[in-house]
């Protein structure tokens, strides 16, 4: 069965960095593409970005344009988001969410979900 | 930005009752629209995929309906287990979600 398995809470001070994992399995890894959503506390879902099955492209929200990163280690089906600069407006619980082959479809599986805190 | 409309904002519905979600797109996304459920402390749940088609496992109780810039997410008899929040996602021009709709009970 597909699985997504997200890596543990994480607590940062504002300015730093932080990187949380998703590793897959349970499907063929390099077929298909990966979005990751956040989830403020209390708030709905906002959509982070998107990672195509080779992991050569990626696409951003605009608002996280330029402190975001995503990558993809194919080796161990695992994928990455790492968010620079933390701010307090970034705490959140980051998912990653399996989409089709395309990117263009809905997101049928998700992880469970990772805890990011940004306190001093 | 396709700006995605959901409505209401919560409503208490009594168990057994139909219920009726609504989720409007600022421009038209086609029949690229999912509705998703989440419950307190979950991962969303994926329902509905292309505006009206189940999900696996979904349960024949809930429906969606609509194109273009109108959708309707329909439950018809209400179980304890749906009280939920419900979130409509547009995916035809980048992925935008709506804000929710929180279904409790009344």
């Known amino acids: 069965q597909v699985q997504l398995v997200q890596s543990g809470t994480e607590v940062k001070k504002p300015g730093a960095s932080v990187k949380v994992s998703c590793q897959a399995s349970?499907?063929?890894?390099?077929?298909?593409?990966m979005h990751w959503v956040r989830q403020a506390p209390g708030q709905g879902l906002e959509w982070v970005g998107i990672i195509s099955p080779t992991g050569d492209s990626t696409s951003y929200a605009q608002k996280l344009q330029g402190r975001i990163t995503m990558t993809r280690d194919t080796s161990t089906s695992t994928d990455y988001v790492e968010l620079s600069s933390l701010r307090s407006e970034d705490t959140a619980v980051y998912y990653c969410a399996r989409a089709g082959d395309s990117g263009f479809t809905a997101l049928d599986y998700w992880g469970q979900g990772t805890l990011v805190t940004v306190s001093s | 930005e396709i700006v995605m409309t959901q409505s209401p904002a919560a409503l208490s519905v009594s168990p057994g009752e139909r219920v009726t979600l609504s989720c409007r797109a600022s421009?038209?996304?086609?029949?690229?629209l999912a509705w998703y459920q989440q419950k307190p402390g979950q991962a969303p749940r994926l329902l509905i995929y292309d505006a009206s088609t189940r999900a696996t496992d979904i349960p024949a109780r809930f429906s969606g309906s609509g194109s273009g810039t109108e959708f309707t997410l329909t439950i018809s008899s209400l179980q304890s287990e749906d009280f939920a929040v419900y979130y409509c996602?547009?995916?035809?021009?980048?992925?935008?979600f709506g804000q929710g709709t929180k279904v409790e009970i009344k």
């Open positions: 996602q547009q995916y035809n021009n980048w992925w935008t």
């Open positions: 349970g499907y063929t890894f390099n077929s298909y593409y």
């Open positions: 421009q038209s996304v086609s029949s690229n």
